[in-house]
């Protein structure tokens, strides 16, 4: 059978850095860092002080108190961003087919918040076992575009997809297939998460991966450079509505690009730390190139998964060497986590509308705070080291790895005028 064609009509977005598309995109294009203090809670303790917090949100600017108290942040975060992008893709939900209209979510952990409290609370207590009647339903990672999809009535596939840091783009990938085989005219998809919590920064230091630079945090952030120490944890989230393309055309929606192709692989090796010649991470971008019917040489630019640790990023650039060749030394790469952190299951998301809005406005933006060249990474790479550069980008990759030796790539393509 013909695959359909599926392209991206709708975006939304609420970051450490913007809370909401456009403020989302001033903040990449001007090289802004989301990374300060922790304010959510008293970080004495702690080995790391510092987040990217999304700023100014009051969720009763979005919800009712009533309703508020019954959604974790991380479920908030989904339905605030899956609205705006809805509305950007100026879906006619009176007169869509909503059997056809689908919602695939990524999520990392989900409602750890919302789980911490509860248990603080329980253990607090005299033993006996008083829940919030909400608990489980705030908690579980499905959660989100369950409410995504009881708020708009769409009744076509729904669930949540969970591997780490590559569950909103596997979520993404899951999407484009259901399209593709013609399951569905539309699925909202994406990915949130909420983990900047005492249980999360406690259990990430407890890793050993988290960046300790508590006297600079705006610059902790810094992959590629020598004196990287770790990744800065994120929250957030980021909804992009994907759409069979004849059905986009017919409403005549806005087309942002077209998604092209979705690979995906296994390390294979360790549950934390990526294979140290990036097999992986090679496989799944050949398998993402081979899913699109691309060359290597047809790709301008690549988001990289750039963590900021030690390991990962060498790892990866070793990969994007090996698959690209020499044409590696012609492509933007960069990391905008050196901007918003890492989102954990929302990276992927957020990281492929950044790819998208940079191929929109020829734009890529900057990998910030770099000083110190690292002699482990090729210094003929052109990393687009604090600075956006002007770009004309027919071709982007976004890159994203999880825990668990999860990856996934993402293949987007700039439609012809």
Sequence with gaps: ??????????????????????????GLKNGKS??????????????????CEVKNYDPQNHFDRKEARKLDKFAQYALVSSDEAIQDAGIDLDHVD??????????????????QNEVINFAG????????????????????????SIKHGFMGPNYTTVSACASSANSMIDALNYIR???CDIIVTGGSEAAVTQAGMGGFNAMHALSTRNDSPETASRPFDATRDGFVLGEG?????????????????????????????????????????????????????RDAGLRPEDVDAINTHGTSTPLGDVAELKAISKVFGAHTKTININSTKSMTGHLLGAAGAIEA????????????????????VDENIDPSLNLTLNKAQERDIKIAMSNTFGFGGHNACVLFKKLDD
């Design 237 to 289: 989230a980021g909804a992009l509505i994907l759409e069979e393309y004849e059905h986009a055309m017919k409403r005549g929606a806005k087309i942002y690009a077209e998604v092209i192709g979705g690979g995906m692989s296994s390390d294979a090796y360790h549950m934390t730390a990526p294979h140290p010649d990036g097999i992986g991470v090679e496989r799944v971008m050949l398998n993402c190139l």
């Design 34 to 51: 989301g990374c300060a203090p922790i304010t959510y809670f008293d970080t004495e303790k702690f080995k790391t002080k510092f987040a």
């Design 125 to 148: 207590g005299d033993g006996t076992p008083r829940f919030n009647p909400f608990f489980i339903p705030k908690m579980i990672a499905d959660i989100a575009p369950g409410n995504i």
């Design 98 to 115: 909503k059997f056809r209209v689908g919602v695939i979510w990524g999520a990392g952990i989900g409602g750890l918040e919302t789980f």
């Design 181 to 183: 085989l013609g399951h």
């Design 1 to 26: 059978m013909e695959l359909k064609r599926v392209v991206v009509t709708g975006l939304g977005a609420l970051t450490p850095i913007g809370n909401n598309l456009s403020e989302y995109w001033d």
């Design 353 to 372: 509308i950044a790819s998208i809005l940079a191929m929109e406005h020829s734009c890529v933006p900057p990998t910030i705070n770099h000083s110190v």
